[in-house]
Each structure stands twice: as C-alpha cells, then as structure tokens.
C-alpha cells in the first residue's frame, strides 16, 4: 500500500497504555516512508495534546501525523465559507481547531452550530443549540459515536448529544468524523494518496472499517479494542463489512499490508 490511515485508540494505544508494537509500527513507516495519518474521532484534545499523549506512553507521535475530526469539521466550515461565527458546543480541541481557522466563537446569532463531545454539556446549551438552528445555522457533528469505551464503561459520545438536538430541531446534521467520507477525503488529500492505494486502519467495524470501505480504500481490521478475536466477525456482520485484512497485532499488519502490494 502506499498510505495509511490509522485509528488511535484500540489501535496504537488503550486508553494511556501503548498496544504492543505501536512504537515500532510507527517507526517503520517512517523509515519506509510511508505516509500515515494517526486519525481520531475524539475531538476534545488539540493535536498537539494527541500527539504529546502518545509520545509519554513511548509511541513517536508528531502533532502533524495527527488528524482530528475537529480539524476537519474546522476545515469543513472554512470549504463551505457561509460565515465566520460558530456556536461552539465542545471541548479544548474544537475550539482551537475552529480559532486556528480563524472563527469567531460567539453565543448569539451564529452561521452555524458545530458540536462535538462536551462533558460540561447542559439544558442550557441544549437550548441555545437548539434555538440557534431553528433560527437557520447550519449544523455540524465532528462524529457520530454514541458510546465511548472507557475504563469505567462506556461513556455517551458525542452522537448521544446531537441525537438530543437533532430531536428538537428536526435537523439532520452533517457528519464529519468517521465513518463519514469527508474526513476520509481530507485525510486522502492530506496524503497525497489515492482511495485504492490507501489502507484504513482500526479496531471498530462501523467507523474505521465502514467509513474506510465506504471511501474506496481497502481495510485492516485489528483486534485489539472494540473488535477481539471472539467478536469481530459478530461485529463485522453487525456493521455490513468484510474487512480486507484482519490482524492479530501491528507487527502483523505491517507484514500483511506490504503483501497487498502485489495484489494491488
Ligand atoms: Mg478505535
């Protein structure tokens, strides 16, 4: 293959310890010279937090190796350029993706509602979000998650949060983060890489596998998060996909992934 979109968590690292191997699989690619993408859903950190995450737990991580769906629902707004004011429903990582952008976060009159997970997330931001897009702003999702697995159990995404605005305002919002194709699309263009030329790498069958397969890239499943060796083919068929590859583990992904060269 000659780029890679890879996952985080469940993929490189589990919560703030490293799968084995993350390390080495990011320093082969580079080495080879390999384009790769470190892609998240999750939008509360910027992508410098992201990257300095991962470099304390050993993985060689650079903040430009890493793509957020908060830079691209930021990237998103500034393309579609229907204005600079954005109610911002959302932690540290989307509000400086949209500032870095050059919008004005502001609570009255904005162009467009954009939200992601807020875990100070209230009635009153439930109204100011709902009035804003009755009154016309558009309405944007960095990602669709319902459930976020976490050592306590699973949190409620960033998904569970526009169900409840979607609700109220009749409004579908437009998805950003996987598995929707725009950030597949900037993550492509970001590397310079053609869709059948791209391998999408991640442990969750809907987002990563899905959104990969629904891009034109071929997909590496890896069970080593959300997907295991006991649940991934209940999972895959849940999610209507039929991964290219399955791995054990990085060091067989990297082994696999060259093979699919000839193929190719
Ligand atoms: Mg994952």
């Known amino acids: 293959m000659q780029a890679f979109i890879i996952d985080l968590d469940g993929t490189l690292f589990r919560g703030t310890e490293m799968i ?30 992201v990257a300095r995450h991962m470099q304390g737990m050993g993985i060689p991580a650079e903040e430009t190796d890493v793509f957020t769906s908060a830079q691209a629902a930021a990237q998103y707004w500034d393309e579609e350029q229907q204005g600079k004011r954005v109610f911002v429903i959302g ?11 050059g919008f004005e976060l502001v609570d009255e009159a904005p162009d467009v509602v954009i939200q992601g997970i807020d875990r100070k997330f209230d009635y009153e931001k439930l109204t100011a979000a709902v009035r804003h897009i009755r009154a016309g702003a558009k309405s944007i999702i960095t990602n669709p998650d319902h459930l976020l ?9 960033a998904g569970s949060i526009a169900a409840a605005i979607e609700r109220a305002t009749g409004v579908q919002p437009v998805v950003i983060g996987k598995p929707s194709p725009i950030i597949m699309r900037y993550a492509m263009a970001r590397l310079g890489a053609a869709a059948d030329r ?9 987002t990563d596998i899905g959104g990969g397969a629904a891009a034109g890239c071929r997909t590496a499943l890896m069970l080593t998060g959300l997907a295991t060796v006991s649940n991934w083919r209940e999972h895959a068929e849940a999610a209507g996909v039929q991964p290219d590859l399955v791995c054990h583990g990085l060091d067989e992904l990297l082994h696999k992934a060259m093979s699919i060269e000839s193929i190719s």
């Open 198 to 206: 791209t391998l999408v790498v991640g442990d969750n069958c809907v």
């Open 91 to 101: 932690e540290t990582g989307l509000r400086e993706a949209l500032k870095d952008r």
């Open 149 to 157: 697995p976490s050592d306590g159990g699973f949190l409620p995404g």
């Open 20 to 49: 084995p191997g993350a390390d080495l699989f990011i320093q082969q690619l580079r080495e080879r010279k390999l384009p790769f993408l470190l892609m998240t859903n999750n939008s509360t950190r910027t992508a410098a937090e």
